[in-house]
């Protein structure tokens, strides 16, 4: 099917849900400007491109490290212990959630800014925030209420980082990629996020003493000054370029392919974009996603489904999840490390096969794993107490993971970023990043209310039922994107300017 039969299908009215699942069907334009020039990228051209993405996927792990670090330091021992809120399930919620406030605020920001700053411009910002954050996590002083303050608005300038990185990252690793490698790297950048989480846990472990909160915290400051100045010497977006100065954007794209002829890949770019007013109102931007509401519904319903399925959540209290399990403190820790390596390696192994395997089966089998490794959570935890029981939690527990690295965690985001037009794309990742952190606080902030209600099991219940609605959703609203260019998946969603649809 040739390019011009391409923008007929986006014509008109725009793409019907019948359209968006025929994606899966119809056979790959191989013609199109940024297909054929995607295969030329050169050797350099892809360390180059492996290099930009290491630095911005670093400073996605620091918020993996949020993760891991905040679970860890969630014990009586750490910082719940030196300010007296071991005993108080709202301050422990408002404690793991303001870095996620943090997020929720910068994510909203960037909804109004989000086409001004470039990519790049925002993993810097980005790391600012990170080194601020961490610094000030560690001078708090104990046992006073100015020092839990002062360590909780750490915590949220820290998560303005989180916010900042989360809606920059994935859209330059989007926009650098080659076609054949975007798939690979986005979700790599999971992978990534999964190693922060790791890292938090084993941090835990080591300054596991009374006060190795603030080394913990501490410990993030590094990878936020290597991510900062590795970053500075990367080139910005080609794509977000494109609709400053095309000159730029080719001068950037002729780097990350380490070769000279990107015309027809640049072709391909400048055709889909309609060049964005950086002074327009809010309520502009907002006409604009309501224009593209079916891509941002298909997008941002998979992050809100991915935070509520409750698995983000419970990687905040694995310590203590393994504890009321029955296990000691230590072994609580140790069993949390396991729970990052196991999710570590199913990203990895998702990660390579996304690509080959097509991003809907992934989701489907990831989230059906889910469903009955939260069933068997729910069923587990009603016996916890016996040492079998204790045994179950921890084999679910990776179970759990695994699944949700299979399909939610590394295709989530991918998405996202796959099914928004570039016009429009900082501004409706910004607002995806939103809906991401919102949903997020609130599996968070009511984890632990929950929990005291109605029980672990309970809880898990509750989770399963969400996984299951989780099916449906995919099996009928999102579409296999594989293959695909961002502006082939453009003009297929009936997205694109040259289309002329709304996708109404």
């Known amino acids: 099917m040739g390019n011009s039969s391409l923008r007929r299908k986006g014509g008109g009215e725009g793409a019907s849900w019948e359209d968006l699942r025929s994606l899966e069907q119809e056979p790959l334009t191989r013609s199109s400007p940024s297909s054929t020039s995607s295969s030329r990228t050169s050797p350099t051209g892809k360390r180059r491109v492996l290099t930009a993405f290491a630095f911005a996927a670093l400073a996605g792990s620091l918020f993996g490290y949020d993760i891991g670090s905040t679970a860890v330091a969630l014990t009586q021992e750490q910082a719940l212990g030196d300010f007296d809120i071991e005993e108080n399930s709202w301050k422990q919620g408002m404690l793991v959630s303001c870095s996620l406030y943090g997020a929720l605020v910068a994510s909203l920001s960037l909804f109004a800014l989000g086409e001004v700053l470039g990519r790049r411009q925002e993993v810097l910002l980005a790391n600012g925030a990170y080194l601020l954050g961490s610094v000030g996590s560690v001078v708090p002083p104990s046992h006073t209420t100015f020092g839990l303050i002062l360590l909780m608005a750490s915590r949220f300038v820290y998560g303005t980082g989180i916010g900042l990185a989360m809606h ?287 029980g672990m099991s309970g809880l898990f219940g509750i989770y399963a039922v969400v996984a299951l609605l989780s099916l449906g959703f995919v099996r009928f609203f999102v579409p296999e994107t594989k293959g695909r260019s961002l502006e082939e998946i453009e003009v297929l969603l009936g997205l694109s300017r040259g289309g002329g649809g709304t996708a109404a």
Request: contains cysteine; charged residues 10%.
């Open 168 to 454: 920059s990252a994935p859209a330059y690793v989007a926009e650098i990629a080659p076609q054949a490698m975007r798939g690979l790297l986005i979700a790599m950048k999971e992978a990534m996020i999964v190693l922060g989480i790791l890292l938090g846990y084993c941090a835990g472990s080591v300054f596991s003493s009374p006060g190795g909160w603030r080394s913990i915290w501490g410990l993030a400051s590094p990878l936020a000054l290597v991510s900062l100045v590795g970053m500075a010497f990367q080139h910005e977006s080609p794509r977000w370029l494109a609709s400053r100065s095309v000159r730029k954007a080719e001068e950037s794209l002729r780097y990350f392919r380490a070769q000279d002829a990107v015309g027809e890949e640049i072709d391909g770019i400048v055709a889909a974009l309609e060049v964005p007013d950086p002074s327009s109102s809010i309520w502009s931007k907002i006409s604009e996603i309501w224009s593209v509401r079916k891509a941002f519904f298909i997008g941002g319903g998979l992050l809100l489904l991915q935070q509520v399925s409750g698995q983000p959540a419970v990687l905040y209290f694995a310590p203590t999840i393994f504890t009321n399990a029955g296990l000691g403190t230590e072994t609580s820790k140790l069993a949390s490390v396991l729970v990052g390596v196991v999710k570590l390696f199913a990203t990895v192994v998702a990660s390579l096969k996304v690509d080959s395997f097509g991003r809907v089966p992934l989701l489907l089998c990831g989230i059906s794993l889910m469903f009955l490794a939260l069933v068997a959570l729910a069923l587990t935890t009603a016996m916890w107490q016996t040492p079998s029981g204790s045994r179950l939690v921890i084999f679910e527990l990776m179970a759990l993971v695994t699944a949700y690295q299979i399909g939610f965690g590394p295709i989530s985001w991918l998405i996202l970023t796959e099914v928004s037009p570039l016009r429009v794309r900082g501004n409706m990742v910004g607002l995806g990043v939103s809906v991401n952190f919102l949903f997020n606080i609130v599996a968070t902030q009511t984890l632990p209310i929950i929990n005291n209600a109605v």
